[in-house]
């Protein structure tokens, strides 16, 4: 007997092409999170409420531009997790530094040369 080892144990279910059933799970426990509290809004103000806190949803259930296969709520996470002691050098001056590298092989190529 063959057994078969799955390649990804942690793959999502997928509804649709982009929707997932964590993302339908999420969405409705906010939205039952926000009517359980919309007795505490006026009125008048109870569709601007559930129109913003859809938008808010909406837009934190959508593809990170910056962290890719992660959903805009991982950055915000990771964004309120990270480490405030940890230091990360940027290179700041990246284009200027690879010009300068190549300006310093060109130079080499041309002494190697002559």
Excluded: C, W
Excluded at 82 to 92: C, G, I
């Amino acid at each position: 007997m063959r057994y078969t080892i799955p390649k990804s144990v942690k793959s999502e279910i997928k509804i649709t092409k982009s929707l997932y059933l964590k993302d339908i799970v999420i969405f409705f426990a906010v939205f039952f999170i926000v009517s359980r509290f919309d007795s505490y809004i006026h009125k008048i103000l109870i569709i601007p409420y559930y129109i913003f806190f859809l938008g808010i949803t909406l837009y934190f259930l959508l593809p990170s531009l910056n962290n890719p296969k992660k959903r805009n709520y991982h950055s915000y996470y990771y964004f309120l997790i990270k480490s405030k002691v940890k230091y990360h050098s940027l290179d700041v001056h990246a284009i200027e530094n690879e010009i300068a590298l190549n300006k310093a092989n060109i130079q080499e190529v041309n002494s190697i040369g002559e």
